[in-house]
């Protein structure tokens, strides 16, 4: 396991909602449905540089969000 969230690097989150699983990337390589992230989006950049077992509030174009850091990997 990673110490912390970097761009290229796999992880779990949970919101109040679900789990999700997803990869943050640079903005060219994009794509929700295959589940990458931007680096530049409000997500992607709040999770930036956050640790395993966090709880990270965002906010997000629907209102403010928390997540919590469930996995990080490569």
């Known amino acids: 396991l990673h110490k ?9 989150i ?3 909602n679900q789990e999700l699983t997803f990869q943050i ?11 990458r992230i ?9 999770l930036l540089g956050h640790k395993l077992h966090e709880t990270v ?3 997000t174009p629907g209102g403010p969000a928390e997540f919590e850091i469930l996995n990080i990997s490569k």
């Open 4 to 12: 912390a969230i970097r761009r290229q690097r796999q992880m779990c």
């Open 14 to 16: 949970r919101d109040s």
């Open 25 to 35: 990337v640079g903005s060219a390589e994009a794509n929700p449905m295959e589940k």
């Open 38 to 46: 931007s680096n530049e989006s409000p997500v992607g950049k709040g």
């Open 57 to 59: 509030s965002i906010q």
